[in-house]
Protein backbone atom coordinates (compact mmCIF):
# COMPACT_ATOMS: atom_id res chain seq x y z
CA UNK A 1 0.00 0.00 0.00
CA UNK A 2 0.97 3.41 -0.25
CA UNK A 3 -0.25 5.05 2.40
CA UNK A 4 0.64 3.72 6.31
CA UNK A 5 -1.74 1.85 8.04
CA UNK A 6 0.69 -0.34 9.92
CA UNK A 7 2.45 2.14 12.76
CA UNK A 8 1.58 1.79 16.17
CA UNK A 9 1.69 5.29 16.61
CA UNK A 10 2.38 6.15 20.75
CA UNK A 11 -0.39 8.62 21.67
CA UNK A 12 -0.38 9.16 25.05
CA UNK A 13 -0.25 12.50 25.93
CA UNK A 14 -0.55 13.94 22.52
CA UNK A 15 -4.56 14.90 23.61
CA UNK A 16 -6.20 11.47 22.84
CA UNK A 17 -9.07 10.83 25.41
CA UNK A 18 -8.88 7.36 23.75
CA UNK A 19 -5.84 6.50 25.85
CA UNK A 20 -4.85 9.57 28.17
CA UNK A 21 -8.25 8.50 30.02
CA UNK A 22 -7.76 5.13 30.27
CA UNK A 23 -4.16 5.28 31.38
CA UNK A 24 -5.11 7.90 33.76
CA UNK A 25 -7.33 5.46 35.46
CA UNK A 26 -4.04 2.80 35.62
CA UNK A 27 -2.28 5.11 37.31
CA UNK A 28 -4.76 5.42 40.46
CA UNK A 29 -7.48 7.85 39.09
CA UNK A 30 -10.68 6.90 39.39
CA UNK A 31 -11.84 3.92 37.49
CA UNK A 32 -12.27 3.87 33.90
CA UNK A 33 -15.84 2.22 32.67
CA UNK A 34 -17.67 0.10 34.99
CA UNK A 35 -14.98 0.39 37.66
CA UNK A 36 -12.10 -1.00 35.89
CA UNK A 37 -8.47 -0.49 36.10
CA UNK A 38 -5.89 -2.17 33.83
CA UNK A 39 -3.69 -5.04 35.76
CA UNK A 40 0.21 -4.51 35.93
CA UNK A 41 1.83 -5.80 32.11
CA UNK A 42 -1.04 -4.59 29.52
CA UNK A 43 -0.77 -1.97 27.05
CA UNK A 44 -3.33 0.00 25.94
CA UNK A 45 -5.50 -1.38 22.91
CA UNK A 46 -7.84 1.90 22.41
CA UNK A 47 -10.92 0.59 20.38
CA UNK A 48 -13.78 2.54 22.29
CA UNK A 49 -13.71 6.26 21.49
CA UNK A 50 -14.62 6.78 18.02
CA UNK A 51 -11.55 8.24 16.29
CA UNK A 52 -8.72 6.00 13.95
CA UNK A 53 -5.42 4.93 15.55
CA UNK A 54 -4.07 5.45 11.93
CA UNK A 55 -1.67 8.56 10.61
CA UNK A 56 -3.76 11.37 9.02
CA UNK A 57 -3.45 11.52 5.24
CA UNK A 58 0.31 13.06 5.06
CA UNK A 59 -1.42 15.99 2.81
CA UNK A 60 -3.25 17.12 5.81
CA UNK A 61 -0.24 18.11 8.34
CA UNK A 62 1.02 18.96 5.30
CA UNK A 63 -1.30 22.23 4.53
CA UNK A 64 -1.96 23.00 7.94
CA UNK A 65 1.88 23.17 8.53
CA UNK A 66 2.32 25.54 5.64
CA UNK A 67 -0.85 27.67 6.58
CA UNK A 68 1.03 27.94 9.78
CA UNK A 69 4.30 29.18 8.98
CA UNK A 70 2.66 32.43 7.93
CA UNK A 71 2.64 34.04 11.46
CA UNK A 72 -1.15 35.83 10.88
CA UNK A 73 -4.39 34.29 12.10
CA UNK A 74 -6.61 36.64 11.82
CA UNK A 75 -10.44 36.97 10.75
CA UNK A 76 -11.13 35.41 7.43
CA UNK A 77 -13.78 33.96 4.92
CA UNK A 78 -13.37 30.83 3.56
CA UNK A 79 -12.46 30.71 -0.27
CA UNK A 80 -13.84 29.43 -2.88
CA UNK A 81 -11.52 26.12 -2.75
CA UNK A 82 -13.51 25.69 0.48
CA UNK A 83 -16.57 24.83 -1.13
CA UNK A 84 -15.45 23.60 -4.62
CA UNK A 85 -13.47 21.04 -2.30
CA UNK A 86 -16.72 19.70 -0.70
CA UNK A 87 -19.03 20.26 -3.74
CA UNK A 88 -16.31 17.91 -5.77
CA UNK A 89 -16.08 15.55 -2.98
CA UNK A 90 -20.12 15.10 -2.51
CA UNK A 91 -20.33 14.06 -6.49
CA UNK A 92 -17.66 11.84 -6.49
CA UNK A 93 -18.20 10.11 -3.46
CA UNK A 94 -21.68 10.19 -3.36
CA UNK A 95 -23.54 10.57 -6.43
CA UNK A 96 -24.80 14.22 -5.42
CA UNK A 97 -25.84 16.61 -8.34
CA UNK A 98 -27.15 20.41 -7.95
CA UNK A 99 -25.13 21.31 -4.20
CA UNK A 100 -24.26 24.30 -4.71
CA UNK A 101 -22.05 26.82 -1.76
CA UNK A 102 -25.00 28.34 -0.85
CA UNK A 103 -26.18 24.96 0.70
CA UNK A 104 -23.12 24.89 2.27
CA UNK A 105 -22.65 26.00 5.72
CA UNK A 106 -20.16 25.15 8.48
CA UNK A 107 -20.82 23.79 11.71
CA UNK A 108 -18.50 23.52 14.65
CA UNK A 109 -19.94 19.78 15.08
CA UNK A 110 -22.23 17.42 13.53
CA UNK A 111 -24.12 17.75 16.85
CA UNK A 112 -23.80 21.44 17.67
CA UNK A 113 -25.51 21.32 13.78
CA UNK A 114 -28.60 18.82 15.15
CA UNK A 115 -29.08 21.17 17.80
CA UNK A 116 -29.76 23.93 15.67
CA UNK A 117 -31.85 22.22 13.51
CA UNK A 118 -33.69 20.62 16.47
CA UNK A 119 -33.97 24.03 17.54
CA UNK A 120 -35.86 25.33 14.61
CA UNK A 121 -37.79 22.78 14.19
CA UNK A 122 -38.97 21.93 17.65
CA UNK A 123 -40.64 23.88 20.38
CA UNK A 124 -40.07 22.41 24.18
CA UNK A 125 -41.23 19.47 25.22
CA UNK A 126 -41.79 17.96 21.54
CA UNK A 127 -40.80 14.39 20.64
CA UNK A 128 -38.20 13.78 18.65
CA UNK A 129 -38.07 9.60 16.34
CA UNK A 130 -34.87 7.94 16.03
CA UNK A 131 -33.70 4.05 14.96
CA UNK A 132 -32.22 2.53 17.92
CA UNK A 133 -29.54 1.34 18.94
CA UNK A 134 -28.53 4.88 18.59
CA UNK A 135 -25.63 6.84 19.21
CA UNK A 136 -25.20 8.30 22.77
CA UNK A 137 -24.26 12.13 21.43
CA UNK A 138 -28.21 11.91 19.31
CA UNK A 139 -29.63 11.09 23.08
CA UNK A 140 -27.55 13.95 25.00
CA UNK A 141 -28.71 16.36 21.87
CA UNK A 142 -32.09 15.95 22.51
CA UNK A 143 -32.81 15.11 26.09
CA UNK A 144 -30.55 18.00 27.44
CA UNK A 145 -32.04 20.53 25.33
CA UNK A 146 -35.89 19.44 26.92
CA UNK A 147 -37.16 17.33 24.22
CA UNK A 148 -38.01 13.22 24.28
CA UNK A 149 -36.32 11.07 22.70
CA UNK A 150 -38.44 8.66 20.54
CA UNK A 151 -37.00 4.96 19.73
CA UNK A 152 -37.89 3.42 16.36
CA UNK A 153 -35.89 -0.39 17.43
CA UNK A 154 -34.33 -1.89 14.42
CA UNK A 155 -34.93 -5.57 13.73
CA UNK A 156 -32.26 -8.11 12.23
CA UNK A 157 -33.41 -10.21 9.34
CA UNK A 158 -32.78 -13.91 9.70
CA UNK A 159 -29.22 -12.94 8.18
CA UNK A 160 -28.58 -10.85 11.16
CA UNK A 161 -28.91 -7.60 8.99
CA UNK A 162 -30.41 -4.62 11.03
CA UNK A 163 -33.61 -3.44 9.37
CA UNK A 164 -35.72 -0.44 9.63
CA UNK A 165 -38.74 -1.33 11.46
CA UNK A 166 -41.14 0.76 9.35
CA UNK A 167 -44.96 -0.68 10.78
CA UNK A 168 -43.27 0.70 13.84
CA UNK A 169 -42.02 4.07 12.68
CA UNK A 170 -45.32 4.81 10.65
CA UNK A 171 -47.53 3.71 14.26
CA UNK A 172 -45.71 5.81 16.60
CA UNK A 173 -45.14 9.18 13.78
CA UNK A 174 -48.58 9.09 13.76
CA UNK A 175 -49.76 8.67 17.19
CA UNK A 176 -47.13 11.06 18.79
CA UNK A 177 -47.85 13.49 16.36
CA UNK A 178 -44.14 13.32 15.71
CA UNK A 179 -42.92 15.80 13.14
CA UNK A 180 -39.23 15.80 13.53
CA UNK A 181 -36.14 13.18 13.27
CA UNK A 182 -32.58 11.95 13.38
CA UNK A 183 -31.48 9.36 10.86
CA UNK A 184 -28.03 7.99 10.76
CA UNK A 185 -26.94 7.51 7.77
CA UNK A 186 -24.50 4.93 7.74
CA UNK A 187 -25.56 3.66 10.97
CA UNK A 188 -24.13 3.83 13.99
CA UNK A 189 -23.22 1.54 15.86
CA UNK A 190 -24.74 -0.63 13.76
CA UNK A 191 -22.58 -0.27 10.87
CA UNK A 192 -25.59 -0.42 8.37
CA UNK A 193 -25.71 1.32 5.15
CA UNK A 194 -29.29 1.78 4.14
CA UNK A 195 -30.20 1.03 0.32
CA UNK A 196 -31.74 3.30 -1.78
CA UNK A 197 -34.97 2.10 -1.28
CA UNK A 198 -34.57 1.91 2.06
CA UNK A 199 -34.34 5.35 2.27
CA UNK A 200 -37.24 6.09 -0.26
CA UNK A 201 -39.29 3.66 2.27
CA UNK A 202 -38.48 6.00 5.03
CA UNK A 203 -38.47 9.49 3.40
CA UNK A 204 -42.38 8.70 2.03
CA UNK A 205 -43.45 7.59 5.47
CA UNK A 206 -42.11 11.04 6.87
CA UNK A 207 -43.66 12.88 3.88
CA UNK A 208 -47.03 10.86 4.62
CA UNK A 209 -47.25 12.46 8.53
CA UNK A 210 -44.71 15.83 7.41
CA UNK A 211 -41.53 15.13 9.03
CA UNK A 212 -38.75 17.05 8.98
CA UNK A 213 -35.11 15.03 9.17
CA UNK A 214 -31.83 15.52 10.20
CA UNK A 215 -29.56 13.43 9.03
CA UNK A 216 -26.25 12.65 10.26
CA UNK A 217 -24.03 11.00 7.41
CA UNK A 218 -20.39 11.77 8.75
CA UNK A 219 -19.81 7.85 8.32
CA UNK A 220 -20.64 8.48 4.64
CA UNK A 221 -16.99 7.65 3.03
CA UNK A 222 -16.64 4.74 5.34
CA UNK A 223 -18.14 2.27 3.34
CA UNK A 224 -17.14 -1.42 2.96
CA UNK A 225 -15.31 -1.88 -0.55
CA UNK A 226 -18.35 -2.67 -3.46
CA UNK A 227 -20.89 -0.67 -0.94
CA UNK A 228 -21.83 3.40 -1.44
CA UNK A 229 -23.77 5.70 0.63
CA UNK A 230 -27.20 7.08 -0.74
CA UNK A 231 -27.71 10.69 0.15
CA UNK A 232 -30.82 11.40 2.25
CA UNK A 233 -31.31 14.29 -0.13
CA UNK A 234 -30.91 12.51 -3.22
CA UNK A 235 -33.64 10.02 -3.04
CA UNK A 236 -36.65 12.33 -4.32
CA UNK A 237 -37.00 16.28 -4.36
CA UNK A 238 -39.31 16.02 -1.46
CA UNK A 239 -36.29 14.21 0.59
CA UNK A 240 -34.23 16.98 -0.78
CA UNK A 241 -36.47 19.80 0.68
CA UNK A 242 -37.26 18.58 3.99
CA UNK A 243 -33.83 16.69 5.17
CA UNK A 244 -30.97 18.56 6.82
CA UNK A 245 -27.92 16.64 6.50
CA UNK A 246 -24.67 17.11 8.57
CA UNK A 247 -20.98 15.80 7.04
CA UNK A 248 -17.73 16.58 8.08
CA UNK A 249 -14.36 14.98 7.47
CA UNK A 250 -13.50 14.24 10.37
CA UNK A 251 -14.30 10.54 11.31
CA UNK A 252 -12.93 9.75 7.64
CA UNK A 253 -9.65 11.54 7.86
CA UNK A 254 -9.11 11.35 11.61
CA UNK A 255 -9.60 15.16 12.40
CA UNK A 256 -12.39 14.78 15.28
CA UNK A 257 -9.62 17.06 17.59
CA UNK A 258 -9.54 20.18 14.48
CA UNK A 259 -13.32 20.93 14.71
CA UNK A 260 -15.13 21.98 11.12
CA UNK A 261 -18.19 20.25 9.96
CA UNK A 262 -20.69 21.31 7.65
CA UNK A 263 -24.45 21.11 6.97
CA UNK A 264 -26.45 20.92 3.41
CA UNK A 265 -29.57 22.19 3.47
CA UNK A 266 -31.47 23.01 -0.07
CA UNK A 267 -34.49 24.64 1.27
CA UNK A 268 -33.78 28.03 1.73
CA UNK A 269 -36.48 28.36 4.15
CA UNK A 270 -35.07 26.12 6.56
CA UNK A 271 -31.07 27.14 5.65
CA UNK A 272 -31.48 30.81 6.43
CA UNK A 273 -33.16 29.44 10.18
CA UNK A 274 -30.91 27.08 10.61
CA UNK A 275 -27.72 29.67 9.93
CA UNK A 276 -28.99 32.37 11.89
CA UNK A 277 -29.48 29.88 14.84
CA UNK A 278 -25.55 28.59 14.65
CA UNK A 279 -24.52 32.40 14.49
CA UNK A 280 -26.57 33.67 17.28
CA UNK A 281 -24.67 31.46 20.00
CA UNK A 282 -21.26 33.68 18.77
CA UNK A 283 -18.96 30.75 18.70
CA UNK A 284 -20.35 29.17 15.90
CA UNK A 285 -17.07 30.09 13.98
CA UNK A 286 -14.26 28.31 11.10
CA UNK A 287 -10.78 27.68 12.04
CA UNK A 288 -8.51 28.58 9.47
CA UNK A 289 -6.17 25.56 9.94
CA UNK A 290 -9.55 23.02 10.10
CA UNK A 291 -10.55 24.92 6.78
CA UNK A 292 -7.70 24.13 4.79
CA UNK A 293 -7.14 20.65 6.55
CA UNK A 294 -10.71 19.76 4.94
CA UNK A 295 -9.14 21.04 1.29
CA UNK A 296 -6.31 18.84 1.76
CA UNK A 297 -8.19 15.95 2.55
CA UNK A 298 -11.02 16.79 -0.11
CA UNK A 299 -8.62 16.04 -2.73
CA UNK A 300 -7.89 13.61 -5.65
CA UNK A 301 -5.07 11.87 -2.63
CA UNK A 302 -7.78 12.05 -0.59
CA UNK A 303 -9.90 10.01 -2.45
CA UNK A 304 -6.28 7.68 -2.97
CA UNK A 305 -6.51 7.44 0.48
CA UNK A 306 -9.49 6.45 1.58
CA UNK A 307 -9.84 3.47 -0.64
CA UNK A 308 -6.90 2.10 0.88
CA UNK A 309 -8.43 2.76 4.13
CA UNK A 310 -11.51 0.97 3.29
CA UNK A 311 -9.62 -1.74 2.53
CA UNK A 312 -7.84 -1.94 5.55
CA UNK A 313 -11.00 -1.49 7.82
CA UNK A 314 -12.34 -4.52 5.81
CA UNK A 315 -9.85 -6.91 6.82
CA UNK A 316 -10.08 -6.00 10.52
CA UNK A 317 -13.51 -6.27 10.63
CA UNK A 318 -13.49 -9.47 8.44
CA UNK A 319 -10.85 -11.33 10.68
CA UNK A 320 -12.83 -9.46 13.60
CA UNK A 321 -16.25 -11.34 12.77
CA UNK A 322 -15.02 -14.66 12.21
CA UNK A 323 -12.82 -14.42 14.72
CA UNK A 324 -16.00 -13.96 17.26
CA UNK A 325 -17.73 -16.56 15.42
CA UNK A 326 -15.55 -19.23 15.69
CA UNK A 327 -14.14 -18.63 18.85
CA UNK A 328 -16.67 -16.68 21.25
CA UNK A 329 -19.94 -18.92 21.20
CA UNK A 330 -22.99 -16.87 22.24
CA UNK A 331 -21.81 -13.26 20.85
CA UNK A 332 -23.78 -12.55 18.10
CA UNK A 333 -22.36 -9.91 16.07
CA UNK A 334 -23.21 -8.98 11.88
CA UNK A 335 -20.18 -7.47 9.58
CA UNK A 336 -20.85 -3.98 9.35
CA UNK A 337 -21.22 -2.62 5.90
CA UNK A 338 -20.07 0.57 7.03
CA UNK A 339 -18.13 2.59 9.84
CA UNK A 340 -15.62 0.89 11.61
CA UNK A 341 -17.57 0.28 14.99
CA UNK A 342 -18.83 -3.30 15.64
CA UNK A 343 -21.82 -4.27 17.92
CA UNK A 344 -21.65 -7.22 20.34
CA UNK A 345 -24.45 -8.48 21.28
CA UNK A 346 -23.39 -10.40 24.35
CA UNK A 347 -27.09 -11.87 25.92
CA UNK A 348 -26.16 -15.69 25.27
CA UNK A 349 -22.88 -15.42 26.35
CA UNK A 350 -23.54 -14.04 30.16
CA UNK A 351 -26.53 -16.21 30.11
CA UNK A 352 -24.56 -18.89 29.53
CA UNK A 353 -21.81 -18.26 31.88
CA UNK A 354 -23.91 -16.57 34.41
CA UNK A 355 -22.61 -12.94 33.94
CA UNK A 356 -23.46 -9.33 33.34
CA UNK A 357 -22.20 -7.31 30.79
CA UNK A 358 -20.63 -4.83 32.95
CA UNK A 359 -18.42 -7.62 34.13
CA UNK A 360 -17.59 -9.05 30.75
CA UNK A 361 -16.58 -5.31 29.80
CA UNK A 362 -14.72 -4.80 33.30
CA UNK A 363 -12.86 -7.93 32.27
CA UNK A 364 -11.93 -6.96 28.78
CA UNK A 365 -10.95 -3.36 30.37
CA UNK A 366 -8.38 -5.15 33.21
CA UNK A 367 -6.34 -6.80 29.87
CA UNK A 368 -5.70 -3.29 27.99
CA UNK A 369 -8.65 -4.24 25.69
CA UNK A 370 -10.57 -0.41 26.37
CA UNK A 371 -14.20 -1.29 24.58
CA UNK A 372 -17.34 1.06 25.33
CA UNK A 373 -20.40 -0.32 27.01
CA UNK A 374 -23.04 -0.41 24.60
CA UNK A 375 -25.82 0.13 27.10
CA UNK A 376 -25.94 4.01 26.23
CA UNK A 377 -26.42 2.92 23.04
CA UNK A 378 -30.09 1.40 24.15
CA UNK A 379 -28.18 -2.48 23.59
CA UNK A 380 -29.12 -4.00 26.84
CA UNK A 381 -26.15 -6.38 26.97
CA UNK A 382 -24.21 -5.06 23.71
CA UNK A 383 -20.20 -3.94 23.27
CA UNK A 384 -19.51 -1.69 20.86
CA UNK A 385 -15.71 -2.10 19.62
CA UNK A 386 -13.65 0.27 17.47
CA UNK A 387 -11.84 -1.74 14.68
CA UNK A 388 -10.00 1.52 12.96
CA UNK A 389 -6.39 0.59 14.37
CA UNK A 390 -3.36 -1.42 12.70
CA UNK A 391 -4.10 -5.09 11.98
CA UNK A 392 -1.69 -6.45 14.68
CA UNK A 393 -3.00 -4.24 17.43
CA UNK A 394 -6.54 -5.95 16.51
CA UNK A 395 -5.13 -9.74 16.61
CA UNK A 396 -3.56 -8.99 19.99
CA UNK A 397 -6.98 -7.30 20.94
CA UNK A 398 -8.56 -10.70 20.11
CA UNK A 399 -5.60 -13.08 21.57
CA UNK A 400 -6.17 -11.49 24.96
CA UNK A 401 -9.89 -11.58 24.92
CA UNK A 402 -9.72 -15.11 24.15
CA UNK A 403 -7.13 -16.01 26.98
CA UNK A 404 -8.50 -13.99 29.82
CA UNK A 405 -11.76 -12.84 29.19
CA UNK A 406 -14.07 -15.21 26.50
CA UNK A 407 -12.93 -18.58 28.87
Given at each position: ????FTTIMD??????????????????????????????????????????????????????????????????????????????????????????????????????????????????????????????????????????????????????????????????????????????????????????????????????????????????????????????????????????ALYAPS?????????????????????????????????????????????????????????????????????????????????????????????????????????????????????????????????????????????????????????????
Amino acid sequence: MKYDFTTIMDRLGKDAIAVDSPASAAGGQEGFFAGAKIRDGFSIIPMWVADMNFPALPAIPQAIIQRANHPAYGYFNPPKAYFDSIIRWHEESYGTTGLTPECIGYENGVLGGVVSALRILCQPGDSIIIQSPTYIGFSHSVEDNGWNLVLNPLIQDEEGVWRIDYKDLEEKVAKQNIHTAIFCSPHNPAGRVWERWEVEKLMEIYKKYNVYVISDEIWADLTMPGIRHTPTQMVSEDARMRTVALYAPSKTFNLAGLIGSYHVIYNPYLRDRITKAGKATHYNSMNVLSMHALIAAYSPEGQEWVKELRQVLNENLEYAVSFIHTHFKGVNVTKPQGTYMLFLDCTDWCAQHNTDIESLQKAGIEVGVIWQDGRPFHGDCHIRMNLALPHSLVTEAFDRLEKYVFV
